[in-house]
């Protein structure tokens, strides 16, 4: 067990870095204003320094609003500032105070993009929770899919991946024409429900012709929680508290 000092007062600080990549960002990011002393307790609360990429967001800034909104990537938010952004902290359910038993279930949920779809760092045994990838791995709970897809990447890649790759072409079929401006129209707590869902034929075929509305983003995860248990009887696990 690290004390905090040790967690934070690092030579190489990732956020620097961090910044640099957001400057140079192929799509749109607002840098949400962030609340430093919840920061410093999700640091301590899970071991994680201010070198890596993990470390230095949720210490420095409130999170990530990506491509417009799109994409939300949970840091530790200044409520003055977030507009109704949950924290990193407030989206896994983590201890008001420091709890060195707590541990996230299954994996860390370190992002939520307006579709319903859930990134989260896999624990220390993805396989027994039934998801796939390393430990350590990013995957993605795709909506469209109901499945846990593996990326391929740690959160530093991935976040890089984020700022700097292709997400038009990660999000390609899911998305309509007018998005943008729909997307900007919702509440920070908000995302897509659709009728037909997404993950039906008709919904993959006609995206534009589907129904949508706006919904809180705990009743979208657990809408497609509650669809893989009655389709497939898998349970997908948790995908955040929001």
């Not at 067990?1 to 192929?26: F, N, Q, S, T």
């Not at 204003?33 to 210490?59: F, I, N, P």
Request: hydrophobic share 45%; charged share 20%; with cysteine.
């Amino acid at each position: 067990m690290r004390a905090l000092h040790e967690l934070i007062d690092v030579e190489d600080p990732a956020w620097p870095v961090l910044l640099g990549e957001v400057a140079g960002a192929v799509v749109p990011v607002e840098v949400v204003g962030g609340d430093v002393e919840r920061g410093r307790a999700v640091l301590g609360q899970l071991q994680v320094s201010a070198r890596s990429y993990l470390g230095g967001l949720v210490l420095n800034c409130g999170g990530l609003l990506v491509d417009g909104g799109w994409l939300r990537v949970f840091g530790s938010p200044d409520d003055a500032e977030a507009g109704g952004l949950p924290g990193l902290a407030e989206v896994n359910g983590m201890p008001a105070a420091f709890d060195p038993a707590w541990r996230p279930d299954a994996g860390l949920v370190v992002a939520q993009d307006v579709l319903g779809g859930v990134f989260a760092l896999n624990g220390a045994d993805p396989a027994g929770d039934g998801r796939p990838g390393g430990p350590g791995e990013v995957v993605y709970f795709a909506p469209e899919a109901l499945r846990w897809e593996a990326l391929g990447a740690g959160y530093a890649a991935w976040l890089s991946w984020v700022l700097g790759g292709d997400l038009k072409g990660f999000y390609e079929g899911v998305r309509w024409p007018g998005w943008h401006e729909e997307v900007a129209g919702l509440r920070r707590t908000e995302g897509f429900s659709f009728y037909p869902p997404l993950w039906t034929a008709e919904a993959r075929r006609d995206l534009r012709g589907a129904g949508r509305r706006s919904v809180p983003m705990g009743e979208l995860v657990g809408a497609g929680r509650e669809s893989c248990l009655q389709l497939d009887g898998v349970d997908p696990g948790f995908l955040g508290i929001v």
